[in-house]
């Protein structure tokens, strides 16, 4: 499988994830459209499933650099596809924030005027965040959600390091060259419903250095300014970029130092269906 296929895999992929999570994080602020976090998260799961089942053949369904980079730690992905991924994953994200704000606009700019909020004012983090994530969670009640930049970080990295775990346990048939189970997406997907539920009060739960950060970039070029990059709080790097890669660096570890020779599997390079062809 070459790799201008494994690009449009993952740019395929990563804009359905991006444009069903960020869009439904939109018409939640936007029209009240859902009455809680469960279903937001449920719209978020079933983006995840979908953009899985679009892309798994074509790239093997990455869509998060985190997964990708944990993929080459821990012996599943050749280094050299490395970089196509992050890119397709990036630039998918950042078109679906695109679109995004097309199908969006009229109605941010409506809310914005309507709460009296000026774009680029720290007011504006709360449309900033349908594009990218903030902490706390500009939703969640100012005397509750309290949370610091380092607390953060850490709770984006422990729950990017839950869904790699359960990927790699979900997955762990391709690592012996055989297809993985056809109702493995749906699994990811309640996975990511199941961490967004209970981590989003706190940091909007990224989980993703693309999903965030290619929106952001797409708020921060149509007039958020520093509200969306670097942020009222700073942290974006630290937190929903780095975090999340550190996360899943962690998981990789773990699964292949430990889980993987507990369950005696081999050490292969899983090349996204060649193997399973020979």
């Known amino acids: 499988m070459g790799l201008a296929t494994n690009f449009v895999g993952e740019l395929l992929g990563t804009f359905i994830l991006v444009f069903f999570g960020c869009g439904v994080a939109a018409s939640s602020t936007l029209f009240s459209a859902h009455t809680g976090l469960f279903q937001v998260a449920g719209v978020w799961g079933i983006g995840v499933t979908l953009a899985i089942y679009a892309s798994r053949h074509l790239s093997c369904a990455h869509l998060n650099p985190a997964v990708s980079l944990a993929m080459v730690v821990s012996g599943r992905m050749e280094p050299r596809k490395l970089p196509t991924y992050l890119a397709a994953q990036f630039l998918g994200a950042f078109i679906a924030g695109w679109v995004l704000l097309g199908v969006f606009g009229d109605s941010i700019a409506g809310f914005e005027a309507l709460h009296r909020i000026v774009r680029g004012s720290e007011d504006s983090i709360k449309t900033a965040s349908l594009f990218g994530e903030y902490f706390p969670n500009p939703t969640s009640p100012e005397t509750i959600a ?8 850490l709770v984006e990295a422990l729950g990017t390091f839950f869904l790699v775990t359960i990927i790699f346990f979900l997955t762990d048939d391709c690592n012996v060259g055989r297809p993985s189970s056809d109702i493995a997406p749906m699994f990811i997907g309640l ?58 660096t962690a998981a990789a570890v773990l699964f292949r130092g430990v889980f993987q020779r507990l369950m005696g599997r081999p050490r292969i390079v899983c090349t996204c269906g060649e193997d399973i062809k020979k």
């Open 191 to 248: 996975t990511v419903m199941g961490i967004i539920s209970l981590l989003a009060p706190l940091t909007q739960a990224g989980l993703n250095p693309a999903r965030d950060f290619g929106p952001r970039l797409v708020a921060y070029l149509s007039g958020w300014g520093w509200v969306a990059i670097p942020g009222p709080r700073g942290g974006f790097f630290t937190v929903y970029i780095l975090g999340p890669l550190l996360g899943g």
């Open 146 to 153: 309290v949370i610091s930049k380092p607390m953060a970080a």
